[in-house]
């Protein structure tokens, strides 16, 4: 998917969702969703159910502390620096009071919240939440930065904040919006493009800032910050064009490459990159000259799915999903954590194109659930609305059919509506049209099974593949032409279709051995509920999605879990054993962790996205 889903703070994790049925953006007029970044399960707190048991083993909660303006799903990422938490008012959910929290914390047992850094109207930060110290002959002091994405396409800002924290109550703005300004066409615009996170790290004379590119393939951004009230663009990368030797070829699933994450660590002397490519894995880079960066190494994806098989025995292709890393303190290892929010797949193939494709169930019709098929011949029944070409009855001779319409002018609940008043047909299969083109969602009501087909796929269903063209199905709008599928008369027969429904998990841990070329995967981990498929609804999202690693102790460290709460596990001989958990009353749902010395002992700041800010001991031996 080199053609981006990116919309606001858009992930595949948050497209996966979408196109599930879990989190529906806002439907079009025909009941059509395409990828949107959403809330998830947003009632995990207070409530008797959706959310798994409170628990606690060798967790010690420091301290709490309600954040102002929160609503459900509202706080994102945390950083911290010099006694001071800095944590994200994510503005997916709400438009409004959006920006930063600044939370004093220099009394871990009494934290305070000091300041709110508000960001500019229409925008918000989400993943890239980081303080560090820049001395350099251009500046000297402790530097916030925050991304900016946009919940309002006219007002919104895009590139990177940095804000002065010397102060961290009076937080003086340096530059807003700093990034590259060339948009998917290579057109200048006038403000930066979206960005999901940033890191910067200072490399003396020098300090740099990397940051990931919404908007254009050239993902990978990375600006020289030395005066950060003047940052400027040095390099724009596209990784998997410059070391193709990252791309994964098998399982041919794993095409969704880009940037999502990245850390930058010295070690032994040069500064070493990590960038989390998604579906390209985790991929370490020589970044001493950040203009030019040079392969060390990269992971592959084990097949099949090594966590899924140990924890459940089922055979599935992994996922990909490289979401987030980080260095362990001696450096031997990389722990990676990949984000998924969706545990359930549904796939499509047929009996001349064994190779499935994803596809996406209705949102309230007849589900498929794991393990079970829709199969049958297709049958192809034009648009299915009012005034079209009025559809067949399936075939009555004893064979099984699944209808495929293609989406235009009337609503999915009409097309499955005119389908099972037809029939005799198993199940609908629901082909895109011109001026969409690509996978997408569908709320819809009905009562057989109904999934969504890109339109490509759908033109193979009948063997059309070769009339396809990919840019007049992008130019193209919703029109009685731009819908049909050519060549193919209504109640024309295609394809033996089948759709197959599985359960493949949450996303989960990995730990590499920190080396030069492919990476060796030790294990993997995930909590027991992201692996069991009575889990895979209704318990909050189960899914890994950052990890901290402890700066005391090199076998150590710590996850944030969304609904899974937070997690603490020993790596030593390179194995993940969970060694400490913490889910509170009423539910837990985490999505940053960051780890922090006072007095002597590690502590830990996590974000609570329905409440705001945690700190945790792992007091266990």
């Not at 595949?12 to 806002?26: I, K, N, R, T, Y």
């Not at 950040?290 to 292709?317: M, S």
């Not at 879990?561 to 596990?569: C, N």
């Not at 749902?589 to 409440?611: C, H, I, L």
């Amino acid at each position: 998917m080199r053609k981006r889903f990116w919309l606001g703070a858009v992930t595949f994790a948050a497209l996966l969702v979408a196109l599930a049925g879990v989190a529906l953006a806002h439907p079009e007029h025909d009941g059509g969703t395409d990828a949107d970044d959403g809330a998830h399960d947003v009632h995990q707190h207070g409530d008797a159910s959706g959310h798994l048991p409170a628990t606690n083993e060798n967790v010690e909660v420091v301290s709490k502390l309600r954040l102002n303006d929160v609503v459900p799903e509202k706080i994102a990422d945390v950083g911290v620096h010099k006694g001071y938490a800095y944590l994200a008012a994510w503005g997916s959910v709400t438009c409004e009071d959006n920006g930063v929290h600044v939370v004093d914390i220099r009394n871990a047992g009494n934290p305070k919240e000091v300041k709110f850094i508000r960001s500019k109207p229409g925008s918000y930060p989400g993943e890239g939440i980081q303080t560090i110290n820049i001395t350099t002959p251009k500046f000297s002091g402790d530097v916030l930065l925050s991304n900016n994405e946009k919940c309002n396409e006219k007002t919104g800002y895009g590139g990177v904040n940095l804000y002065d924290v010397t102060r961290p109550t009076r937080a003086l703005p340096l530059f807003e919006g700093a990034g590259d300004t060339n948009d998917a066409g290579g057109v200048k615009r006038k403000n930066a493009n979206s960005i999901h996170s940033v890191f910067a790290w200072d490399a003396g004379n020098k300090a740099y800032a990397v940051i990931v590119d919404n908007v254009e393939t050239t993902d990978v951004d990375i600006l020289d910050i030395t005066d950060p009230r003047a940052p400027r663009q040095i390099a724009d990368l596209d990784l998997a064009e410059r070391f193709p030797q990252i791309v994964q070829s098998q399982p041919d699933n794993l095409n969704e490459v880009f940037n999502h994450d990245v850390v930058v660590k010295k070690i032994d002397g040069r500064q070493v990159m990590v960038v989390s490519y998604w579906d390209g894995g985790y991929v370490a880079l020589d970044v001493d000259d950040p203009a030019h960066p040079e392969y060390i190494g990269d992971t592959d994806f084990t097949n099949p799915d090594p966590e899924l098989l140990e924890q459940t025995g089922k055979v599935e292709r992994p996922e990909g999903n490289a979401h987030q890393s980080e260095f362990t303190l001696d450096n031997r290892f990389v722990l990676a954590s990949d984000e998924d929010f969706s545990p359930n797949g549904t796939e499509l193939f047929t009996d001349d194109t064994p190779d499935p494709v994803a596809v996406s169930q209705g949102s309230d019709t007849d589900q498929l659930q794991d393990g079970e098929r829709l199969e049958g011949t297709a049958v192809y029944v034009g648009r299915a609305c009012a005034g079209d070409t009025a559809v067949p009855a399936a075939p009555a001779d004893g064979g099984t059919y699944v209808a495929v319409a293609t989406r235009g002018s009337c609503a999915f609940t009409d097309k499955v509506a005119s389908i099972e008043g037809a029939g005799g047909y198993a199940g609908a299969v629901i082909v895109n049209r011109e001026g969409a083109c690509d996978g997408f969602g569908m709320s819809v009501d009905g009562g057989i099974p109904a999934v969504s087909l890109d339109r490509r796929s759908g033109f193979g269903l009948f063997d059309q593949e070769g009339r396809y063209d990919d840019a007049a199905c992008r130019a193209g709008t919703d029109t009685l032409e731009g819908s049909l599928i050519p060549g193919v008369n209504v109640g024309e027969r295609g394809d033996a279709v089948t759709v197959r429904a599985f359960f493949d998990g949450w996303g989960y841990v990995h730990l590499y051995e920190n080396e030069a070329g492919k990476m060796t995967e030790l294990d993997t981990y995930a909590i027991p509920e992201a692996m069991d498929p009575s889990k895979s609804t209704g318990f909050g999202d189960l899914s890994v999605h950052e990890v901290a690693t402890s700066q005391r102790d090199a076998d150590l460290a710590y996850f944030s879990y969304y609904s899974g709460g937070f997690r603490v596990a020993d790596i030593s001989g390179g194995e993940i054993q969970e060694v400490g958990r913490f889910i509170d009353e009423g539910g837990s749902n985490f999505w940053g962790v960051q780890t922090f010395d006072q007095g002597g002992k590690e502590y830990v700041a996590a974000s609570d996205r329905d409440f705001g800010l945690y700190i945790l001991e792992y007091t266990g031996g």
